[in-house]
């Protein structure tokens, strides 16, 4: 029997990454106040222009704009929707706009020298060097319609990535309703295993990344963290039903959000550390520290030790004797490196 042809390295056609056209969308979005029409999004954005160029319908255009629109607000972009004055309820010429002031900081908030200092080593990471020559040559597309841009337009599109090799072709897999196939090694297990998955949702929880699916095999929904993911994502010929896409994003967040609500740390934390700093946005005071919700023992395990002596776990025991063994073995290295 003949191999299954698949696909797993980031095509390089014009067409472009499914997260560079969300990018060129945020960037589109927020650059008028008076917002952009669906047809005006489709014929000038990048990432939809060269699919509509390429041969790709109407339809499946306005598909794939829904699914993008979905996907910004999972991730917390504001995105408006501005309807006829007369008949809100009409949407046929509706525009999109993502609101600029949601992004503005109260009055009241004041940031420490160490705060400031971090800022300004993000703020070198973007600048308006960074905005792409596609994302350049929509907003012009979008002048010459005779919408107003606002001016200057801050480059979102990042000169370092931290998404892992796997977020790109799983994103084209959601996007196709592919079945993928990839090597997943878990905690404990000696090799990876091969798991076969129908990709429905990709999700961000405590700043790593998930895809949300169904896991062929075991015919059952799983979320599988893509850091985990030990080798390439190969997309399939074999598809599966769209619809199952829809609410996805949620129902994987929701069972993210109970698995955490099942497991928490106490931990005490040196104040004005890096890990006060992390922990504390998603921490509740206890009455000796605080405590900290989590997913993964092993990935949680990771964070703390990475913090060094900033931070001591009280309880559960097994997080405390994980934290304990990854230190003990990094002094252990760099006791023979001395």
Same mark, same amino acid.
Not at 269 to 273: A, E, I, R
């Given at each position: 029997m003949s191999a299954e042809p698949t696909s797993s390295a980031p095509r390089s056609d014009e067409r472009g990454a499914p997260e560079e056209r969300l990018l060129n969308l945020v960037v589109a979005l927020m650059a008028t106040e008076q917002g952009l029409t669906k047809d005006a999004i489709l014929?000038?954005?990048?990432?939809?222009?060269?699919?509509?160029?390429?041969?790709?319908?109407?339809?499946? *255009?306005?598909?794939?704009?829904?699914?993008?629109?979905?996907?910004?607000?999972?991730?917390?972009?504001?995105?408006?929707?501005?309807? !006829?004055?007369? !008949?809100p309820d009409d949407l046929r010429e509706a525009r999109y706009r993502v609101p600029t002031a949601e992004y503005a900081l109260p009055a009241d908030i004041t940031f420490t020298p160490a705060e400031i200092a971090v800022l300004n080593l993000a703020g070198g990471v973007w600048s308006q060097g960074s905005l792409s020559a596609d994302a350049r040559s929509g907003l012009r597309k979008i002048r010459s319609l005779g919408i107003d841009v606002d001016e200057p337009i801050i480059g979102y599109s990042p000169r370092i990535s931290l998404r892992e090799a796997s977020f790109g072709p799983l994103q084209r897999a959601i996007e196709q309703s592919r079945i993928?196939?990839?090597?997943?090694?878990?905690?404990?297990?000696?090799?990876?295993?091969?798991?076969?998955?129908?990709?429905?949702? *990709? /999700?961000?929880?405590?700043?790593?990344?998930? /895809?949300?699916?169904?896991?062929?095999?075991?015919?059952?929904?799983?979320?599988?963290?893509?850091?985990?993911?030990?080798? !390439?994502?190969?997309?399939?010929?074999r598809g599966f039903d769209p619809a199952l896409r829809t609410g996805a994003g949620e129902r994987a967040l929701a069972g993210l959000e109970a698995v955490a609500a099942r497991h928490s740390a106490l931990l005490e934390?040196?104040?004005?550390?890096e890990a006060a700093l992390r922990l504390n946005r998603r921490a509740t005071p206890a009455e000796q520290g605080i405590r900290v919700p989590y997913v993964d023992v092993h990935i949680f395990a990771d964070e703390l030790a990475s913090y060094g002596p900033e931070v001591r776990v009280v309880e559960p025991p097994e997080l405390r004797d994980q934290v304990v063994r990854r230190l003990s073995a990094a002094a252990a290295v760099h006791g023979e490196t001395r």
């Open positions: 014929g000038s954005v990048s990432g939809y222009r060269e699919q509509s160029e390429a041969g790709a319908s109407k339809d499946a *255009l306005e598909k794939m704009f829904e699914r993008d629109k979905e996907n910004l607000r999972g991730l917390g972009v504001p995105i408006e929707t501005i309807g !006829d004055r007369l !008949d993928v196939t990839f090597p997943y090694l878990k905690p404990g297990e000696a090799a990876a295993r091969v798991r076969t998955v129908r990709p429905l949702a *990709l /999700v961000e929880y405590e700043a790593r990344w998930h /895809v949300y699916g169904s896991d062929v095999d075991a015919e059952a929904d799983r979320t599988f963290l893509l850091s985990r993911i030990v080798g !390439d994502v190969k997309i399939t010929r934390v040196h104040p004005g550390t």
